[in-house]
């Protein structure tokens, strides 16, 4: 068996640009956020983002492995949010067109706040949800990009969204405060 030992890899005429084999992870970037927000969506419309990372991958053949995690809680009764991922702009990882169907990329699981009826008491208002992000995307460029993730819900009329806490947030330990995330890594094509 050979062992090669080397302090430094570097590209023959420009650093960083070393020929990896398909599947090696490149780099990876995070998206992080800790605070507690509240966002109001209107009906048929999306929040403005709520999370998001940029990555400049090396090479233009290269695959950008998404995920994440966002937490959060509804402000109202009994409704559910959806999840919109996009590279700048431009949505990905949709669910197929069908109809006036919402095409997102994942959801919440229903909302349980005020279930009792007591508006805004009771166990329904401590729930915290979270919603996957996990998409395998080809962006085809070595520019600078951009992931962002926003949200929209299934009811009528505006709704509000509580990122990282839930709708009860009084002072005390039956309160949790959390984190969302988005991971990128840059996978060798």
């Given at each position: 068996m050979s062992t090669l030992s080397v302090d430094t890899i570097q590209g023959k005429t420009t650093a960083g640009t070393v020929a990896m084999p398909a599947g090696a992870v490149l780099q990876v970037v995070q998206g992080?956020?800790?605070?507690?927000?509240?966002?109001?969506?209107?009906?048929?419309?999306f929040s403005s983002t709520l999370i998001s990372a940029t990555i400049t991958p090396k090479f233009n053949t290269s695959k950008i492995l998404i995920t994440g995690v966002l937490n959060g809680s509804s402000d109202s009764q009994s409704h559910g949010?959806?999840?919109?991922?996009?590279?700048?702009?431009?949505?990905?990882?949709?669910?197929?067109?069908?109809?006036?169907?919402?095409?997102?990329?994942?959801?919440?699981?229903?909302?349980?706040?005020?279930?009792?009826?007591?508006?805004?008491?009771?166990?329904?208002?401590?729930?915290?949800?979270?919603?996957?992000i996990n998409f395998l995307d080809s962006p085809s460029t070595t520019s600078s990009t951009t992931y962002n993730v926003k949200v929209s819900h299934n009811s009528g009329g505006t709704q509000t969204f509580l990122m990282n806490r839930t709708k009860n947030d009084g002072n005390s330990s039956s309160a949790p405060r959390c984190s969302s995330t988005l991971t990128l890594m840059e996978i060798a094509g």
């Amino acid at each position: 068996m050979s062992t090669l030992s080397v302090d430094t890899i570097q590209g023959k005429t420009t650093a960083g640009t070393v020929a990896m084999p398909a599947g090696a992870v490149l780099q990876v970037v995070q998206g992080t956020t800790t605070s507690a927000s509240s966002f109001s969506i209107g009906t048929g419309s999306f929040s403005s983002t709520l999370i998001s990372a940029t990555i400049t991958p090396k090479f233009n053949t290269s695959k950008i492995l998404i995920t994440g995690v966002l937490n959060g809680s509804s402000d109202s009764q009994s409704h559910g949010f959806f999840i919109a991922l996009q590279r700048g702009s431009t949505d990905i990882g949709q669910g197929d067109a069908n109809g006036s169907r919402t095409r997102v990329h994942s959801g919440f699981a229903q909302m349980l706040q005020n279930s009792d009826g007591n508006n805004g008491g009771g166990n329904g208002a401590e729930i915290l949800g979270h919603g996957s992000i996990n998409f395998l995307d080809s962006p085809s460029t070595t520019s600078s990009t951009t992931y962002n993730v926003k949200v929209s819900h299934n009811s009528g009329g505006t709704q509000t969204f509580l990122m990282n806490r839930t709708k009860n947030d009084g002072n005390s330990s039956s309160a949790p405060r959390c984190s969302s995330t988005l991971t990128l890594m840059e996978i060798a094509g």
